[in-house]
Every structure is written in C-alpha cells, then in structure tokens.
C-alpha cells in the first residue's frame, strides 16, 4: 500500500461483490452537523454534542465517548477526614494511585459547630470532591488536582449520619443513613460543578445505615450492605437512577451480610470490601458487573482482615483500599487492578493510622 511498488487497480476492486470504496474505515468528519454522503465505516466526531457516529448501513449508530477531560484528577487518590486514636480528624490525605508510594498533607476538612469528620459519604465529579460529615448538613468541597483546604459548597435537606453517596458526574446522590437521630431511607441529590443545596431525590427500599456507595456508572448508584432500622446487618444491594429523581431498586445480595461496607468502580465493575460480618473482622472482597442485577461473587482478599478499608479507583482501573481497623486502626494503603480477580498487596502507607474516612479520585 505504499512505496513505488504499490500495486494500481485502476478500474476498482471488489470484495464479494462490494467495491472496496464502500467498506472505507478510514473516512473521519468533525463537524456540528451529520456529513453528507458518509460511506459504510465513516467516523463521524459530532462536536456539538461530544458524541462519536459510525455510519452502518445507510445510518449513522451512535457509539459511546469519553472526553479525555473525564479524566482529569483520576489519578489522585485522596483519603478524607475519619477517626484516630485520639479522635476525629480533619486532615486529608493524597497519594498518585498507579505509582506505588504513601500519602501525602492535602489539607484539612471544614470545622463547623460540633461535626465529626467521620462515618459519612465522599465522592467526586473531574475535577472538585463532595465530602460529608456527621452531625451537620454542610456539603464541603475539594479541588482535587491542587492541594488546599476543603470550602462550603451547599447544604443537605437535613443532617446526614452513617451516609453513603454516589456521582455520574453530573449530578451527586446521598442516602442519609441516619437523618438526624432516625434511620431512614431518605435521598438527596444535588448538582455538581456548581456550589448549591440539595434537594430531595427519592428512597431507598428500606431505612438503612452504615451502608456503603461509590459504585456508579453514568446511569446508576449503587448502595450495598449497613444495618436496617432494627439495627440488624444486612446484604442488600440495591440500584438507584442518579440524573432523574427517584426510588431505589432491588439489584441482588452481598456474598454475606455486612454492616459497614465501602464500594468503588470503574464504568463497568464494582468492588466491595465487607471489612466485618457476623464472624468477625473478614478479608472479602466481592464485586458485581454494574449494568446487571445479580447477586455480589468473590473477588479475592485484602492483606489483613480490616474493618471499614476505603476504596478508589483510578482510570487505568488500579484499586487502592487505604485505612481501616481490626485490633487497631491501621496506615496500610493496599493496590488491585479492578480487572482482574486477585488478592490485594502493599502500596504504601497513609499519613496515620485512621478508619471510618471517605476516599474517592477524580474519575
């Protein structure tokens, strides 16, 4: 196909009877409007939009993109807030997840009224982190690729406890765990990118806390384990519709109960760590296909049976679970490729010893 020797089929060629000019793969339009005259295998770039075409017999099919600026901030891990042996603590920490290494001083979380810094929900869109707290409302907010202290962003609808959240991006979610002093199965949302209050966006199936988030695609949430309104552990995993208000709905069971879970994905999979049932602390890790309702199967194990370890994932699809507790908390920061079942090992270590904190990246 090049060079002085190419071959001249001057008269065309065909392929079972199709000219090849008709199976062309290498046609490319960007333009804001559909090209005219596209042939089979035509790429279409449609910059109003942000979307990509494949032009297939007669039509063009819409395929799924992904803008590089998704990206931005996938590889910061970030570790928030949580519990010490002294107590809450306000400090967030960082670290590179694909570069094996220990954590670094972010900056500090918002202090306001008598809030702990602990046991509430964390997540991101590309660029800023939504973090929660105990005992107040308050919505704080981080710039994730810059180090700095966390600002005032908004308000819940009311003081979230034992929360869980989750994001597509766009738009964030939070089950409330605890609202105010009652276990209930209230929702918020709130817009991301943009400082604001939440309002109110559904219910989970059951009142629920302690659960576990962080598992989404552009679609869906998914929030798994905690304890029902009797204070029992449960295994529930059920989905909720994030860009669209509403109701939550039964996806599947954990492999085992678990009263305090913590979840992570890519676009495709998510992986729960259980940290405790009711044998005690466990080293399970179970994981679920996002897009499909089914129950939770064995993944593999972190390095210690470790209660509450918190995960994230970055766009290269490397998990890293960071804190937790068994005899004692713990500054371990563990590391999986999400792709593939396996055990977890060692990444570094956290800037102390802390658990019950909220970890997310930017992806």
């Not at 304890?227 to 860009?243: F, L, M, T, W």
């Not at 466990?282 to 994981?287: E, F, L, R, S």
Request: net charge negative; with cysteine.
């Amino acid at each position: 196909l090049a060079g002085t020797g190419k071959p001249n089929f001057s008269n065309g060629i065909t392929i079972n009877g199709a000219a090849v000019s008709t199976l062309n793969v290498g046609e490319y339009n960007a333009s804001g409007t559909e090209p005219s005259s596209p042939q089979n295998g035509s790429i279409w770039w449609d910059t109003a939009n942000e979307t990509i075409f494949i032009y297939i017999d007669g039509e063009f099919k819409e395929t799924i993109a992904v803008s590089s600026t998704l990206l931005d901030g996938g590889t910061r891990g970030i570790y928030a807030g949580g519990e010490t042996s002294s107590g809450s603590t306000d400090v967030i920490q960082y670290w590179t997840i694909d570069t094996a290494g220990n954590a670094a001083d972010f900056g500090d979380l918002r202090t306001v009224g008598d809030q702990v810094t602990q046991d509430s929900y964390g997540f991101s869109d590309v660029t800023n982190g939504y973090i929660g707290s105990n005992w107040v409302a308050e919505i704080m907010t981080i710039t994730i690729a810059t180090t700095g202290n966390a600002t005032d962003y908004g308000d819940l609808t009311g003081v979230a406890r034992y929360s869980a959240g989750n994001s597509n991006g766009s738009v964030g979610i939070v089950a409330f765990g605890q609202k105010g002093g009652s276990v209930t199965n209230a929702i918020d949302r709130f817009s991301l990118g943009s400082a604001t209050n939440a309002s109110d966006h559904g219910d989970l199936i059951a009142a629920r806390f302690t659960l576990g988030g962080n598992i989404a695609d552009a679609t869906n949430g998914l929030f798994h384990g905690g304890k029902d309104s009797g204070y029992s552990p449960v295994n529930v995993i059920e989905y909720v519709g994030i860009a669209s208000a509403g109701n939550g709905t039964d996806f599947g069971d954990l492999t085992s109960t678990s009263p305090d879970t913590s979840g992570s994905s890519n676009n495709t999979r998510g992986i729960i760590t259980k940290g405790y049932t009711d044998s005690g602390y466990v080293t399970d890790i179970d994981y679920l296909t996002i897009a499909t309702t089914g129950n939770s199967a064995d993944f593999g194990d972190m390095t210690a049976a470790l209660g509450i370890a918190k995960a994230c994932t970055s766009p290269t699809g490397r998990v890293t679970l960071s804190g937790g507790y068994s005899s004692a908390r713990v500054n371990t920061i563990q590391y999986f490729d999400i792709s593939t079942l396996g055990n977890a090992t060692d990444f570094g270590d956290l800037t102390n010893s802390v658990w019950k904190g909220q970890s997310f990246s930017g992806t």
